[in-house]
């Protein structure tokens, strides 16, 4: 049965803006969980250790949805309130950073340098996931600064401290937009044996996947950025259809996209996976090896023509 929403003008009440729809919320508890196990069922058929970036991201987007009914059904509660508030506004950096790491294992896979623009794939994805993980404290910090019975110029505070970090999520996800292009460039012009059909459809997917989150960070900047008492923020804060067309919807069909079209289906044979710590030392030592007979022969050569 359906709570019963409390007066707007309830001081009591975590839900002072409208009262929310208990069907929606219970719809996409639903919706997650089942993204959720499935990802978790795929991550065990392909048996791919990155894939729990991905899993990670439908946990916490099923947490914030959780939550969100939570507090619906004890609408005065204001830790679930605020679980709720907090795991939907990071949920979409994991998703985002899953991204950034399937773009670095098919520069592995793909380019027979390795690397692109001159990054090795073994750091590219590292310092995009840096980056992201930095974007997530800023926008933890703004997230925590907003929660609680605080004043309204800490709240304030807080949601610029937020647009900042979405801010920079957002740059670095251009960034890596165009790393993505000089991939795609560099991925028609390598001979390969691998179906590289398969690698520009994953490109694509994950394009989608960013452009959702994009879509997402623009509703985020322009709610928090107005100001608390704004009229564009009251407008935002209002309508609960905001939220599930611009950062719940988008973000439940961006983990949607990966079942579709699996990274780990692309993924597969020889150069799937990253190199372990003692490989990547043979394969240095074996480069070294290499070299040192390139200067024998090349010495032994010159005595040769003298």
């Known amino acids: 049965m359906a709570p019963v929403c409390l007066p707007l003008d309830d001081p009591n009440s ?32 392909y048996r791919k250790s990155f894939l729990w970036v991905l899993i ?8 914030a949805a959780a939550s969100r009914v939570a507090s619906i059904q004890s609408p005065t509660n204001q830790p679930s309130y605020e ?25 592995w896979y793909y380019l027979p340098e390795k690397s692109l623009a001159g990054i090795k794939a073994t750091r590219m994805s ?23 019975n605080n004043s309204s110029s800490r ?9 900042a970090g979405v801010c920079l999520q957002q740059a670095v996800i251009l960034a890596f937009f165009g790393l993505g292009i000089l ?38 900047i322009i709610e928090f950025s107005a100001g608390v008492h704004s009229t564009l923020n009251n407008t935002l804060d209002d309508n609960e259809w905001f939220v599930y067309v ?14 579709f079209y699996h990274p780990a289906r692309v993924l597969q044979g020889p ?24 200067s024998i022969s090349v010495k032994d050569s010159e005595e040769l023509e003298v």
Request: charged share 15%; glycine share 4%; hydrophobic share 55%.
């Open 83 to 107: 679980v709720s508030f907090v795991f939907l506004v990071l949920a979409p950096l994991w998703i985002n950073a899953f991204d950034y790491v399937v773009l670095g294992r098919m520069v």
């Open 56 to 63: 990670m991201a439908a946990i916490w987007e099923l947490i």
């Open 155 to 163: 709240t304030t505070s807080g949601l610029h401290v937020y647009t």
């Open 126 to 148: 590292i310092i995009f996931v840096v980056l992201d993980v930095t974007s997530f404290i800023v926008q933890l910090a703004g997230a925590l600064l907003t929660v609680g």
């Open 14 to 45: 975590q839900w002072n803006h409208f009262c929310p729809s208990w069907s929606a919320a219970i719809a996409f508890v639903v919706l997650f969980a089942v993204t959720t196990l499935l990802h978790i069922i795929q991550a065990c058929y």
């Open 183 to 220: 991939f795609l460039i560099r991925l028609r012009q390598v001979d390969t044996d691998k179906n590289k059909a398969r690698g520009m459809k994953l490109t694509f997917v994950l394009y989608t996947s960013l452009l959702l989150i994009t879509w997402r960070i623009i509703f985020r």
């Open 271 to 294: 150069d799937a996976d990253y190199p372990t710590r003692a490989q990547r030392k043979a394969m240095k030592e074996e480069a070294k090896r290499e070299k040192q007979q390139e």
């Open 246 to 259: 611009f950062d719940i919807g988008p973000m439940f069909f961006a983990l949607v996209l990966y079942h």
